[in-house]
């Protein structure tokens, strides 16, 4: 059997960045939380709470005290969370993703100056819920194509297409070019991150080639399921797993090609002990 793993696997910038900074203010003490779970992989949340860092809510739960520190999660949060943690009595320790702060900074920018603000992404993610919280809560959110040919806006407003940084690429460009075709006067800012882009690209490459192929990422990660979405599409024999408990091998045993991707929460480490046991049981 030929085993493939995605170059793209695993940990992206942000959420590497996010984990390296919980661990680090773990390690020097004190009491540390998280405002909502750092990232979206269960592995890796109940490993910092074996080292100190817990998960906390909401704002009012957050006690407070000077050897307090609260870490923001890679997702970010809206503008109105950040100036009431900004009141608490505690340390704060932001690692939300530079592309995602960078998606808060347009959209507040581009609705002062008129626009109407859309935003292609899932509606209960955290990412898009922080995002829609810097531009007063009057985004529009379209998060299929199907949405998009029900949308309607009578406004007379300029509108600013942004998007949640792990969106699927192909479906960002289809919903665009259904408002484009709704004459709107439209500003697109094309928000989803180069890691991104290059993973699900990579993953499709993969899965076109194999037999089968294994996403791996937490149940609640939305760039891993974008991933698992992209792959059953052109792969049918596609498995999403969170570890290597939920791989059945037998699946795999009649194909003569797998390919392994992964979401931006996967820790590495889950990434290569799935990948050294299909190799051991060919």
């Known amino acids: 059997m030929q085993v493939t793993v995605a170059k793209s696997a695993g940990f992206c910038f942000g959420v590497k960045r996010a984990v390296d900074m919980a661990y680090t203010e773990a390690a020097n003490g004190g009491r540390v939380y998280t ?153 697109v800012m094309n928000t989803i991150c180069n890691a991104t882009e290059e993973r699900q690209t990579e993953a499709g490459t993969i899965a076109r080639q194999s037999d089968a192929m294994l996403v791996i990422g937490g149940k609640h990660s939305s760039n891993t399921q974008k991933l698992f979405e992209i792959c059953k599409g052109v792969c049918p024999d596609t498995y999403f797993i969170q570890t290597l408990d939920d791989l059945d091998l037998k699946k795999l045993q009649s194909f003569r090609s797998v390919g392994i991707t992964a979401g931006a929460s996967t820790p590495n480490n889950i990434i290569k002990e799935v990948q050294s046991y299909v190799r051991s049981e060919q």
């Open 35 to 187: 405002l909502g779970p750092l990232i979206h992989n269960e592995q890796v949340v109940s490993d910092m709470e074996r080292r100190g860092v817990n998960v906390v809510e909401d704002i009012d739960s957050i006690e407070e005290g000077e050897d307090v520190t609260i870490v923001i999660r890679s997702h970010g949060i809206s503008k109105e969370t950040a100036m009431k943690l900004k009141e608490k009595n505690v340390n704060i320790v932001d690692a939300t993703c530079p592309f995602v702060s960078k998606i808060h900074h347009i959209v507040e920018e581009k609705s002062s100056e008129g626009y109407h603000i859309i935003v292609t992404g899932d509606a209960k993610h955290p990412e898009v819920q922080g995002v829609c919280g810097w531009c007063n809560n009057c985004a529009d959110i379209i998060g299929s194509v199907e949405e998009a040919e029900k949308y309607s806006n009578n406004k007379e407003q300029k509108i600013c297409v942004v998007s949640q940084t792990t969106f699927n690429y192909k479906k960002f460009q289809d919903i665009v070019d259904i408002l484009v075709k709704k004459r709107y006067d439209i500003l």
